[in-house]
Nanobody, 127 residues
Framework: QVQLQESGPGLVKPSQTLSLTCTVSGGSITTSGYYWTWIRQPPGKKLEWMGAITSSGITFYNPSLRSRTAISRDTSKSQFTLRLSSVTPEDTAVYYC???????????????????WGQGTQVTVSS
């Protein structure tokens, strides 16, 4: 069974770049048909779809975050990475990586946790 695990710093200072890595086990991120995805949930708010990278390395982003977001991958390590620049306290959230079969862009109303999500990692933006 595919398992995903997020890793990265839990505290980031304002204006810096947040960087998180998702390590995938039990499967390959080059298997076609899947979007390797980043999602976040700020405290008291709904899930927000941030972006995804395909098995062939094509990226897709939420338009509201596109200017600050970059998703990349390292197939040799079975990892994909999120970078979010110029962070503010409003970027404080639990960040999840996931494997999905569709894109959500700015409409995450139907987004739900599945067994193919990581457990999530808390990131706080504070000086």
């Amino acid at each position: 069974q595919v398992q995903l695990q997020e890793s990265g710093p839990g505290l980031v200072k304002p204006s810096q770049t947040l960087s998180l890595t998702c390590t995938v086990s039990g499967g390959s991120i080059t298997t076609s048909g899947y979007y390797w995805t980043w999602i976040r949930q700020p405290p008291g708010k709904k899930l927000e779809w941030m972006g995804a990278i395909t098995s062939s390395g094509i990226t897709f982003y939420n338009p509201s975050l596109r200017s600050r977001t970059a998703i990349s991958r390292d197939t040799s390590k079975s990892q994909f990475t999120l970078r979010l620049s110029s962070v503010t306290p409003e970027d404080t959230a639990v960040y999840y990586c996931a494997r999905d079969t569709r894109l959500y862009y700015s409409d995450a109303s139907s987004l739900q946790k599945t067994p193919y999500w990581g457990q999530g990692t808390q990131v706080t933006v504070s000086s």
